[in-house]
């Protein structure tokens, strides 16, 4: 009987040895996701300053083409 319980505790040791290396790469894991989340969130705040950037540009372009539309008039 001292034989399976040697077997038992045995599993038991390899069982718990499972469960903390998973449990580390579970951690892992979830710190890496954390950093790739960040990561393109800050792409996504970059993208969206340059998309308002372009966004001023064409604002201030707007009234030269208008200024330049106003210089079209025709006389007859």
């Known amino acids: 009987m001292s034989n399976r319980v040697e077997e038992v505790e045995s599993r038991v040791s390899e069982l718990e040895a499972t469960v903390r290396g998973l449990t580390e790469e579970l ?10 989340e960040s990561s393109v969130e800050e792409e996504t705040e970059v993208e969206t300053r340059e998309v308002g950037v372009e966004t001023d540009r064409d604002e201030q372009r707007e009234p030269e083409e208008e200024a330049n539309s106003s210089d079209d008039i025709i006389v007859a």
């Open 27 to 36: 951690v892992e894991a979830n710190e890496r996701i954390r950093e790739l």
